[in-house]
């Protein structure tokens, strides 16, 4: 379980290639489904920032769910919703230009915020952007371009800040 800070969850193809299915911070659990089932994990855990997780063991997680009904219910809730959120993803594939796509995920990550509860910006690359939204990483270029054009979102390198959320939930 994620106490502080932010990872980001990646899978690696046979040929090295990295795709960016998700970005968790506090609060949220990494890991569990491996920790259910002993099948082997889909993806690998990478540190954003300074982290501060609780770990603990396939046991003591299967233990801990055992002895708290409440807990394991929050987990079903919580895979759920990973579910619906990939489902989600899967439809805007095919319904959604990149720019449209790009500025739901923007609004997603944007707006999160930290343990302290100012906004965190977005620490990702295009290419990783580009993963998580089945898009090329010269599309998410073009698409970035036409929402800083917009004045929705100032980009640095790595750095992406939403600076009109309300703009960019009317384009997403």
């Known amino acids: 379980m994620i106490v502080d800070g932010r990872i980001k969850i990646v899978t690696t193809s046979d040929d090295g290639g990295e795709t960016l299915l998700s970005v968790r ?7 569990e489904l491996a920790a259910l089932d002993d099948a082997p994990r889909l993806a690998s855990a990478v540190v954003l920032e300074p982290l501060t997780a ?16 409440r807990a394991a219910l929050e987990l079903a809730r919580t895979l759920i919703e990973r579910l619906r959120e990939s489902d989600r993803r899967r439809a805007e594939f095919g319904s959604y230009d990149v720019t449209r796509r790009l500025a739901a995920l923007l609004l997603e990550l944007g707006t999160r915020e930290s343990s302290d509860g100012r906004p965190t ?6 290419h990783e952007l580009a993963g ?3 898009a090329s990483r010269e599309s998410v270029a073009r698409a970035l371009t036409t929402l800083r054009g917009r004045g929705l979102v100032e980009t640095g390198r790595r750095a992406i800040t939403v600076v009109d959320i309300e703009g960019l939930r009317s384009l997403a």
Do not use: C
Request: no cysteine; net charge neutral.
């Open 54 to 69: 609780l770990v603990l063991t396939a046991e003591e997680f299967r233990d801990f769910l055992a002895r708290h009904p």
């Open 25 to 31: 911070g506090a609060g949220s659990l990494v890991g």
């Open 132 to 134: 998580m939204i089945g």
């Open 121 to 126: 910006g977005i620490k990702l690359s295009q």
